[in-house]
């Protein structure tokens, strides 16, 4: 089982920026897919972005409609993270980031926001958008 730890969040101004990274302990991310989730209080568990690794290609990215534009997945691959970078952060985005891992490929990709998809995920890091 991977074990995932998040980091990066805190408190921005809206139309700030911040940089989420997802680190493994134990464990190559590059085997899994990678999703980033958020949750505000009294909702539902959101799907935001995610990378599916793909074998001697370049990764593939998905985004929620309400941050494509904005937000970028990546994978550092020397440091066994992936990151979510935001930008132009609006207050609709105040939750707790979680990612996640998935063994989730490239052609089933329709299912990256299904938090049912998942497998382990984070304790979360609290991003706070307000001014």
């Known amino acids: 089982q991977v074990q995932l730890v998040e980091s990066g969040g805190g408190l921005v101004q809206p139309g700030g920026s911040l940089r989420l990274s997802c680190s493994a302990s134990?464990?190559?991310?590059?085997?899994?897919?990678i999703g980033w989730f958020r949750q505000a209080p009294g909702k539902e568990r959101e799907g935001v972005s995610c990378?599916?690794?793909?074998?001697?290609?370049?990764?593939?990215?998905y985004y929620a409609d309400s941050v494509k534009g904005r937000f970028t997945i990546s994978r550092d691959k020397a440091k066994n993270t992936v990151i979510l970078e935001m930008n132009n952060l609006k207050p609709e985005a105040t939750a707790v980031y979680y990612c996640?891992?998935?063994?989730?490929?490239?052609?089933?990709?329709?299912?990256?926001?299904?938090?049912?998809?998942?497998?382990?995920w984070g304790q979360g890091t609290q991003v706070t958008v307000s001014s």
């Open positions: 990378s599916i690794n793909r074998s001697g290609r370049d990764d593939s990215a």
């Open positions: 134990g464990f190559n991310l590059d085997a899994y897919a």
């Open positions: 996640a891992d998935s063994w989730l490929r490239v052609g089933a990709e329709d299912r990256w926001s299904r938090p049912l998809e998942y497998d382990s």
